[in-house]
């Protein structure tokens, strides 16, 4: 049985008539016959009685009806439904960022995505980098947005390089470091100390080494280290911690005056990009491609106002 056959029964159910069937199917009516006694044989019971040159739907045909119609409904809508995959509007998107990229790039994509892709189901995940990483292997994720640093070495990894943040130390505009022109290295000791453990790696920790003099130990010298930005946000707004962050992660923050950046010499000379980082080998859904542009387009927009407030 194929669903050419159950084509030529629905049209001679609907039309009562093997001429005007085999007409409407493009057919001779001895080749619509044909196909109609194939269908017949493969479903083991006559579906027409063949009486005064006329053919009458047996019992079994009208019991089959509703079920063959929904057989070629079914056909249709998984011709559209892979049509519209095709087309980027259709199809499982599953998709990563660290939380201080939540409200900024991932909130927006999502409603961009409701808005635009009412067919594509949305997947995300909320992690640091390295587990991040992890859940692109095990192919739990079509891809994730992330500092490029952690797949440097990898062959595997396809990655697209977007924007380079600078890591600066930054207090609530009330600490009483904030008003200092410039602050000594020493001076850090004196306050809790708090870094973003989503990229707080190995790379972050030579630096600080090299730079501040710091234990190897981030134990000994780092107060907090949290991959949740909504806690991190919460103790930069209320306690005297100083945070090493970019100015990404917190630019509403600093925007609204809410934080400041300290004045300390040396800097810490560490910048983190932003890159679109996918497997390589693994086809993606033509939306993937979509969520590209609009992140793409979207960090383009912050950038612009980045510079144009010179922040």
């Given at each position: ?19 005007t ?14 196909s109609?006694?194939?269908l017949?044989?493969?479903l ?10 006329r ?14 119609q929904?057989?070629?409904?079914d056909?249709?809508?998984s011709?559209?439904l ?9 199809g ?11 409200s ?14 009412p ?6 995940r ?7 990483l ?5 192919e ?23 924007y ?9 505009a009330t ?12 001076e ?35 107060s907090?280290m949290?991959?949740?930005m909504?806690?991190?946000?919460q103790?930069l ?9 970019t ?18 010499q040396?800097?810490?000379g ?34 612009r ?7």
């Open positions: 049985m194929n669903t050419r056959q159950i084509h030529h029964f629905l049209a001679l159910m609907n039309t009562g008539s093997l001429s069937a085999a007409e409407s199917e493009n057919l001779s009516q001895p080749a619509l016959s044909r109609i006694r194939a017949e044989e493969t083991g019971v006559p579906l027409f009685d063949r009486t005064e040159r053919l009458r739907p047996t019992p079994f045909a009208l019991a089959w009806l509703p079920r063959a929904r057989i070629v409904d056909e249709k809508e011709f559209r892979l049509q519209l995959m095709n087309n980027g509007e259709s499982t998107l599953m998709v990563g960022m660290g939380s201080s990229l939540t900024l790039v991932l909130a927006p994509l999502l409603l961009w995505c409701m808005e635009n892709l067919d594509v189901r949305l997947r995300t909320v992690e640091t980098s390295d587990r991040l992890h859940a692109l292997r095990a739990q994720l079509d891809y994730f947005l992330g500092d490029i640093s952690i797949a440097a070495t990898h062959s595997d990894l396809v990655v697209e390089p977007l380079s943040y600078p890591v600066d130390w930054y207090v609530r600490h009483p470091l904030a008003k200092q022109k410039q602050v000594s290295i020493e850090l000791h004196g306050w809790p100390l708090m870094v973003f453990a989503g990229w707080a790696g190995a790379r972050f920790q030579r630096a600080f080494c090299d730079i501040y003099h710091f234990s190897p130990s981030d134990s000994d010298n780092i907090v949290t991959d949740d909504h806690i991190a946000r103790l707004s209320n306690t005297n911690a100083i945070a090493c962050a100015n990404l992660a917190i630019l509403d923050m600093i925007v609204s005056g809410e934080v400041v950046r300290l004045n300390i040396p800097e810490p560490m910048n983190i990009t932003l890159g679109i980082i996918r497997l390589s080998g693994r086809m993606l859904l033509p939306v993937a491609e979509r969520t590209f542009t609009f992140i793409r387009n979207h960090l383009d927009e912050i950038n106002m980045i510079l144009n407030s010179r922040i």
